[in-house]
């Protein structure tokens, strides 16, 4: 693949590009029609109206149904949402090989910096593309060459940026709705397309769920993705941090027996605050009223008894104070952290037949949920992830609608330490409802084809990554295209979605 890549350079052919090749015998050249079955009930020649390098066809032989009206963008809009775009705050190379040494390109270095900083030990040949493909999900995001660089539109770190290279297709599916395939064979790591939509704030995004649904929001936790994995790696190599002695000495001038002494202390004017305060709340909301109060026992109470009407009677346990965030490791999520109210997407507001989302025949409830396990609601709401994996929320307690905006301002989760440095409280979303490109069509498998990799084109800003769908290995022609949700089957009481994807691991259920 060298010396094809040597050769294009050479020649500065405009038509072809590294990607167009391959040496996998598995992949055929042979080339699919559009139209594979005769005369379809429905057929589009092109439902992104000539915004992507390569029409996106639509097919329907199950029914006469046309897809769902939607507003075709190739970019994710920014409107109400302050994105820094401007190139001179990009970091750039001036590489005049189209980038093919990678030790002396500052974009792949900046590839490899990130994946470093979380303790990802890798060979500098492994990071990034290869070739204009990718072997495997990065944890961290790839840089990729800018508006700034002096490579060309054929270098062999811009692979997103050029829009789809590959012939995709809508069609309809008899049980899941609107799926997606592609047309020709495609190699592993090769690039599909990006999830595409609207960029919302966390507080409109809770508003746009809320009034029509959550099926087609994605959530940006890039940062979440990245401090999650830097905390397991600075835990496994820092001794001082596994050593709680140590851990209470460092910085605070205390002696090992002293710290000892002064963190029994704490604990005991704890345990007296809570009894004191235990019989106006439950023991969770005691403690969210001494983290208000700054543990001032008076004020405390004086806020559990102005609140105590829109306070649940039941308690909850520790792993799931409203105070604290909890790690943990979720299925649905790649930061495993405490969010913000991305999660409160939607009311019981009726959803439509999700062809991406749902895989399910079913009209589902959506439902409504505050906060991925710090917010105050007894629905349940599902979101993707742009880690790969989908996240689901819950609580087990419930505050009446009207209260809702009274208890949001009241209860606020930590949010991460990056996030905090941009006065953000959570992660912004892109909402593909009305507003999309083909990306919001794929369609859900226990046994994914794809995988999620986070990019950065336009801007370095971590809050705004394009969120980029890629082969996990060879893909036959007319193949569904699917990625994996990770929804937590039977976490939502009184909801269940079946799932249809058919292959050798189906859960069965989604929910």
Not at 81 to 94: E, K, P, Q, R
Not at 154 to 159: E, K, L, S, T
Not at 225 to 234: H, P, S
Request: glycine share 6%; aromatic share 6%; proline share 4%.
């Amino acid at each position: 693949m060298a010396e094809v890549v040597d050769y294009l350079y050479q020649t500065g052919v405009e038509d072809l590009s590294v990607d167009q090749f391959t040496f996998d015998t598995s992949v055929s050249l042979s080339t699919n029609p559009v139209i594979p079955y005769g005369e379809p009930n429905v057929y589009i020649e092109d439902l992104s109206g000539n915004l992507e390098p390569k029409p996106i066809s639509c097919v329907n032989e199950v029914d006469s149904e046309h897809p769902p009206p939607v507003d075709y963008i190739s970019r994710c809009l920014c409107d109400g949402v302050n994105v820094n775009v401007d190139s001179t705050f990009l970091v750039c190379c001036d590489c005049t090989d189209d980038c093919q040494d990678k030790e002396s390109c500052a974009c792949f270095q900046l590839t490899r910096e990130a994946a470093e900083a979380v303790g990802v030990d890798c060979d500098l040949l492994e990071v990034g593309y290869t070739y204009r493909r990718i072997e495997s999900a990065h944890r961290t995001a790839i840089y990729e060459c800018n508006s700034r660089c002096k490579c060309s539109s054929h270098c062999a770190n811009r692979v997103v940026q050029n829009g789809i290279q590959v012939r995709l297709q809508v069609f309809k599916t008899p049980k899941k709705g609107w799926g997606v395939h592609c047309l020709d064979d495609l190699p592993k790591g090769s690039f599909v397309c990006c999830y595409a939509g609207q960029l919302l704030t966390e507080d409109d995004a809770n508003k746009e769920g809320h009034r029509r649904g959550d099926e087609y929001i994605a959530e940006l936790d890039h940062i979440e993705v990245a401090e999650k994995m830097k905390e397991g790696y600075e835990s496994d190599v820092s001794d001082l941090s596994s050593s709680p002695q140590s851990s209470m000495c460092e910085g605070d001038g205390l002696s090992p027996s002293g710290g000892q002494e002064a963190a029994n202390s704490n604990r005991r004017e704890d345990d007296e605050n809570m009894m004191v305060l235990s019989h106006l709340a439950a023991p969770v909301w005691c403690r969210v009223a001494l983290n208000i109060s700054d543990n001032n026992v008076e004020k405390a109470a004086e806020w559990l008894k102005l609140n105590s009407a829109y306070l649940p009677a039941e308690s909850m346990s520790d792993s799931t104070s409203v105070t604290e965030s909890s790690p943990s490791d979720s299925a649905a999520a790649s930061s495993g952290r405490a969010t913000t109210g991305i999660w409160s997407l939607c009311s019981n507001s009726e959803s439509v037949d999700s062809p991406s989302t749902s895989n399910t025949t079913e009209k589902a409830r959506s439902p409504a949920a505050e906060l991925s396990g710090d917010r105050l609601d007894g629905y349940r709401v599902n979101v993707k992830a742009t880690s790969g994996r989908g996240r689901s929320c819950s609580r087990s307690t419930s505050v009446d609608s009207r209260n809702r905006e009274k208890m949001d301002s009241i209860v606020r989760p930590a949010v991460s330490r990056t996030r905090s440095l941009f006065d953000d409280l959570g992660c912004y979303a892109v909402d593909a409802k009305s507003i999309g490109n083909v990306g919001r069509y794929l369609n859900h498998s226990c046994s994914p084809n794809l995988f999620v990799q986070n990019v950065f084109v336009d801007t370095h800003d971590l809050r705004f990554p394009c969120v980029a769908f890629f082969s996990k290995h060879t893909i036959k022609a007319m193949t569904e295209l699917t990625w994996d949700y990770n929804y937590e089957v039977g976490s939502v009481p009184g909801r269940e979605l079946t799932c249809y994807c058919g292959t050798e691991h189906c859960r069965g259920r989604l929910l």
